[in-house]
């Protein structure tokens, strides 16, 4: 089936399931740092909602994961933020800000998964009122810029979210897509209905420090935890199992960051330590680094005794699975392998 046809035959069973064509979706809290709430799990029947925190996406491309979703057996509604536009944002912050808002305060709502990333959510986080969030919590998907609300939420009210693929992730036909792709893709599905979740990884290079850990998963887009330190929406990472990832920065500044990481304090009391994809720029010839993740890592990470590994699926690749972030996890580390497990 072509992409015409397949968008087509979509929106049209998108529709007569009661998504309109038309897409239309009808403070700062106190830093309290609980851990361990978990949303009620998905089961068949319930609604999940679609909506642009970040950057903008068309009523297309967010079909596909639409119609698999709604395979799954979910109710899809899409917020009117999905096909809107203002310049890189999905439609202007006050747009985005309310649109998720009411996704947030809907007891209908079961899940919020955000269409894409991008740049936008630290822009309407601090207007976002979580009143009713707290009362009915829910599930929220996304990664890389979603970072900002993972982190705040976790910080401030300790209540699980979900760091995965988006919308624009799913491929547009799954019978052809690439099995690693699919995999992936399921694993939201298996996070969202509360299955066991169990990751394996081998560091190509064994320089993974080798232990056992067990806490609270924790982290998200490096660059993202960055940029929070000091706000409301700071993550704290004492006794927990922090996990970061980037793309399309240089080593030294993935250097930078991570030093930031260690002078604020966030590598001290760590239970352990997942670094997944680093998709770095190549330096400048005239200013060579001269150190490589692993050995930027190991630099700030030398005189604890936690156990870190490398090369995790997780971050801006095709294996990033999806994992259940402010519940519980143990890691298990080899010199050449690491897995992660959800308790």
Known sequence: MNRKTFVQSSLAALTAAGLPASMAYAGAQKQVDISGEIPPFLKPGDLIGI????????REEI???????QQWGFKIRAGYTIGKRDFTFGGTDAERLDDLQKM???ADVKAIMCARGGYGSVRIVDGLKWDQFRQRPKWVIGFSDITVLHSHIHR???IATIH?????????VWETADPLQKDT???IRKALTGEKMMYSAEAFNSVNKPGTATGILVGGNLKTLETLAGSASDI???GKILFVEDTGEYMYSIDRMLWNLKRTGKLAKLAGLIVGGMKLKQDPLDEQFGKNIYDSVLEKTKEYSYPVCFDFPVGHQIDNYAYRCGTRHQLNVTIKTATLNSL
């Open 51 to 58: 909506t642009s925190p970040a950057g903008y996406i068309t």
């Open 185 to 187: 893709i399921e694993s």
């Open 156 to 158: 401030n009210f300790g």
């Open 164 to 172: 995965s693929k988006m919308c624009n992730s799913f491929p547009d």
């Open 63 to 69: 079909l596909p994961a639409a119609a698999l979703m």
């Open 236 to 238: 704290h990472t004492d």
């Open 104 to 106: 947030l305060d809907d």
